[in-house]
């Protein structure tokens, strides 16, 4: 069960509700509510509510809303999956829980009920640029609406079968007597009005969402790092001098000290068969430890955002405050920096994944082979640069770009909806990468074997990786 205070939401639960299909409740709508009451007292023009939007932002336009929603409802390319189109319901759930939307709080209850029965917006890839999941949130509201379809995965214990059309906002299934089996729950349902429209819209929801899960696993994937360096220290007799905690109060990064003393943990004892060894060694924890604290910044990035009331106009007070709050940059150069630190870290990994093939560090034939002139898992190599080489070019910054749109009056783009989705896509190569390193440094702890397809090899270091992290918190 996830809590949704509007204050606490983290990385971790994102994904849980996203891919562990966590339930949802609410902690209180007081804070939605306030605005939502403000909100019916402003005079004045107010954007999007009296005005039309962008370079519209001077017409004066009666109840444009239900409009506003259909026109930017156009995303493009491939779906998104549904694990992340929940995500982005918890993360809006949980933005308009902080209040400041104006946005009517009887909403929230039927978002929190599509999560937890397993409704999500068939929402598209492409159409945001970091300034807001306009196309995204603008389609999930028109299923609200009953103008779109919702997309449906039954929840353990319920029927699959088709809502009917037109049930009551925010009905929960009925448990049927017979058989202790669910009924499936019907079509989330809300009557929106014009008011509603540029409040439910006015985020960066699904970019968040993307970024929340791509650092959760990315944290995770660094942690398991440190197990794969340690066999590798152990396979060439590594020294660990390097480690050593006179060395890292020397100079005191904090993710650098991390990573030292979890793999002096690991390794147990002293090994120093060379003065110095490569960089992949030696300086390990340093450029390891620099991702570590890349991922940190960008998690409390994301988390700050997660549970921040970004809304323009922001409800607060007895005004509407026009503003800035929705531009994505902190997490646009908080994710570049990141990508940017998985590229050393997995450099080093490949470095390792070298010394592993030499016979001056593992005492081996060349490659780890069997046997002389055999080709033994020197194709790990080739799959580890093919991977590196897409991480490199994923890690290429996004906010060195920008737009301008709607007549010259959005003048600036984050592109955190990039960032965040390169982020997603990193996760691959990169643990692609530490597997070649694992199969490499386990063949190179055991007996190697004859030449034969190292395919199930890769596929089983591929798996140790999410096993290693099973004592760490999710």
Known sequence: MVLLDGAGLTCAQVHEAAYGRARVTIASLDRARAAWVTAQELTGPVYGRSTGVGAGKNVTIEAPGLDLLRSHACGAGPPVEPARARAMLVVRLNQLLAGGSGIDPAVLPVLADAVNHGFTPPIRTYGAIGTGDLTALATTAL??????????????????????????????????????????????????TSGDALPFISSGAATLADAAIACHRLRLLLAAAVDVAALSFTAVGASAEPLAAFVQEARPHRGQAAVAARLRGLLGREQAARIQDPYGFRAFAQVHGAAVDAVDRAAATVETDLNAAAENPLIAGSLAWHNGNF??????????????????????????????????????????????????????????????????HLANPVTTGTAVISLGVEDHAGFATQAARHALRCLEPLELVLACERAAATRALNTPSPDRPLTDDLEEARRALTTSNAHLPH
């Open 327 to 392: 531009h994505s940059a902190p997490v646009a150069l908080a994710l570049d920096a990141l990508r940017a630190a998985l590229v050393q870290t997995a450099q080093l990994s490949t470095a390792r994944l070298a010394d592993l093939m030499d016979p001056a560090y593992t005492g081996r034939h060349p490659f780890l082979a069997d046997r002389p002139g055999a080709s033994g898992v020197l194709i790990l190599e080739y799959v580890a640069q093919d991977a590196m080489a897409e991480l490199r």
């Open 143 to 192: 299923c609200l609406l009953g103008e779109l379809p919702w997309h449906h995965e039954p929840t353990p214990g319920e029927r699959e079968e088709p809502p009917a059309h037109g049930d009551r906002p925010g009905r929960a299934g009925r448990s049927s007597q017979a058989g202790g089996v669910s009924e499936a729950a019907p079509a989330p349902r809300f009557p929106l």
